[in-house]
T-cell receptor, first 109, second 116 residues
Framework: DAKTTQPPSMDCAEGRAANLPCNHS???????VYWYRQIHSQGPQYIIH???NNETNEMASLIITEDRKSSTLILPHATLRDTAVYYC??????????FGAGTRLTVKP | GAVVSQHPSRVICKSGTSVKIECRSL??????MFWYRQFPKKSLMLMAT?????????EQGVEKDKFLINHASLTLSTLTVTSAHPEDSSFYIC????????????FGPGTRLTVT
């Protein structure tokens, strides 16, 4: 599976949009982009995933560049409860999920 | 949505003893289950993958005789840490996949193991 690169940490003001970038320049055509988050001392929580089209659900939006070499997770109105480590993972369907270092997002009041 | 539970959530044991951690898929059948461990301030590290009814596949560097994995049914996998040592203290997380939809892995809440 392709490797991903994320900034180690980011801050965001409560109520503002949080934009978390992810680089995956070696992604192959059959690899999906997934986002999970992990709140302290809990198991990872699925957020969203996509192949090449932008995706939106009740939690977030996923923007994937046309060349698929990078993506951005958008939390439209961040709350304090969104403080967590966010993991961007690329994988082929049915492969295991392998985690990088992720981005520690801190939402500040 | 699909729910995965783990039991116990926390366990403290003495060096040399064995500890069993259970992972259950509560509302779906999991053909594949995964075990991860996580050290403080570090990312999750995949330990092994198990398919129901077959032997687990361990990642390089993970001792299969120390971390025994059993996936005897479609809703239960167990991880037994044998002859535990303080360096085995960690956060152990399981996840489960139906294998059919493929793209979703559902994670349990984790088990905090402390070996004294």
């Amino acid at each position: 599976d392709a490797k991903t690169t994320q900034p180690p940490s980011m801050d965001c003001a409560e109520g503002r949009a949080a934009n978390l970038p992810c680089n995956h320049s070696t992604i192959s055509g059959n690899e999906y982009v997934y986002w999970y988050r992990q709140i302290h001392s809990q198991g990872p929580q699925y957020i969203i995933h996509g192949l090449k089209n932008n995706e939106t659900n009740e939690m977030a939006s996923l923007i994937i560049t046309e060349d698929r070499k990078s993506s951005t997770l958008i939390l439209p109105h961040a709350t304090l409860r969104d403080t967590a480590v966010y993991y961007c993972i690329v994988r082929v369907l049915n492969n295991d999920m392998r985690f990088g270092a992720g981005t520690r997002l801190t939402v500040k009041p | 949505g699909a729910v995965v539970s783990q039991h116990p959530s926390r366990v403290i044991c003495k060096s040399g003893t064995s500890v069993k951690i259970e992972c259950r898929s509560l509302d779906f059948q999991a053909t594949t289950m995964f075990w991860y461990r996580q050290f403080p301030k570090k990312s999750l590290m995949l330990m092994a993958t198990s398919n129901e009814g077959s032997k687990a596949t361990y990642e390089q560097g993970v001792e299969k005789d120390k971390f025994l994995i059993n996936h005897a049914s479609l809703t239960l996998s167990t991880l037994t840490v044998t002859s535990a040592h303080p360096e085995d203290s960690s956060f152990y997380i399981c996840s489960a996949s139906t294998g059919t939809s493929g793209y979703e892995q559902y994670f349990g809440p984790g088990t905090r193991l402390t070996v004294t």
